[in-house]
């Protein structure tokens, strides 16, 4: 992939969402034109293109630009779909996020655009971990879907080593987000504290809103030949309760691999901080302080 350019035109599905308002920020901060597309407008006031990206047509459209924000686009983060399993129908979550996906990358191909990053799913790696996880803290080597959510995104990620290998210089990002926190979020903290329990169903993980933003901002900007799957959480898990504890609390038997000071995530982003320069920068301790 060649230098990015000082700015990009990016357009940015599901814009509207807890991700997609931080994404929009982080990529006008660092001085990129940025579009949102989605089915309801921003909270934040940001001009939003109604558009449904299940729908072919609309997602064709969309992204061969709008009268008003002017020609096609360089770059495409894709955002929208139903973000978390449970909040509708298994089957609708499958035929919602599948279809729109593929419409993304499609249309992508066909217009030309290289750049597509998108948000895959920490429940990628086995959640709700009814059998134990091979070992901590986990890395992307593992694809281990056990929803009809995560199944979508395991999809999602087979469609984008295919599409990149149909299509010479496109660069395909999979982020996969753990829990996403925002400010208001926070508030829940106390709860969880006192059910640790409750969240070994993902080890312990979390990420800020603001550092998703940051990562699809980093990984729009690097462009990496190909596809990548990459883990994006916080540094530190999500409960106050150290990790080697609680892996020896509630997984004895899963080997941890290397050291595991303090309450440091169970989920690697190592291969995020190599590659697009990812480190998250928040925690739920900074907001509880």
Same mark, same amino acid.
């Given at each position: 992939? +060649?230098? @990015?350019?000082?700015?990009? !035109? ?7 969402? !807890? ?5 929009? !920020?982080? #990529? ?9 597309? /989605? ?23 969309? #992204? +061969? ?21 449970? #909040?509708?129908?298994?089957?609708q979550? *499958? ?5 729109? @996906?593929?419409?993304? *990358? +499609?249309?992508?191909q066909?217009?030309?655009? !290289? ?7 920490? @429940? ?34 087979t ?21 996403? *926190? ?10 969880i ?17 603001? /550092? ?11 462009a ?7 883990i ?33 995530? #169970? ?23």
């Amino acid at each position: 992939m +060649s230098e @990015t350019p000082r700015k990009l !035109k990016v357009a940015v599905t599901g814009g509207s969402g !807890k991700v997609g308002r931080e994404t929009i !920020k982080a #990529l006008r901060a660092a001085g990129h034109r940025v579009a949102n597309f /989605d089915i309801k407008p921003s909270p934040d006031g940001v001009r939003t293109v109604i558009a449904d990206f299940a729908d072919f047509g609309q997602a064709l459209g969309a #992204l +061969s630009g709008v009268d008003t924000i002017g020609g096609g686009f360089d770059a495409v983060v894709h955002l929208a779909g139903i973000p978390a399993p449970g #909040l509708a129908p298994d089957h609708q979550i *499958f035929q919602n996020n599948t279809v729109s @996906t593929y419409n993304v *990358f +499609s249309a992508c191909q066909r217009l030309g655009i !290289k750049r597509i990053v998108w948000a895959s799913s920490e @429940t990628l790696l086995g959640l709700p971990f009814a059998a134990p996880p091979p070992f901590a803290p986990l890395d992307e080597t593992i694809t281990r879907p056990e929803w009809s959510y995560a199944l979508t995104k395991e999809l999602g990620e087979t469609m984008a080593e295919t599409f990149v290998r149909w299509t010479p210089g496109l660069s395909i990002t999979s982020l996969r987000f753990s829990n996403v *926190f925002s400010l208001d979020d926070y508030a829940n903290v106390p709860a969880i504290q006192a059910r640790p329990d409750a969240r070994r169903m993902n080890l312990w993980g979390y990420v800020d809103a603001r /550092d998703c933003g940051e990562a699809c901002r980093l990984a729009v900007e690097a462009a990496l030949p190909g596809h990548e799957a990459l883990i994006i959480a916080a540094a530190d898990s999500v409960v106050d309760v150290p990790s080697t504890e609680l892996m020896a609390r509630f997984f004895p038997e899963v080997p941890v691999r290397g050291s595991l000071p303090g309450f440091q995530s #169970l989920l690697s982003t190592q291969k995020a901080e190599r590659l697009i320069g990812y480190k998250p920068r928040h925690s739920w301790r900074d907001q509880a302080a």
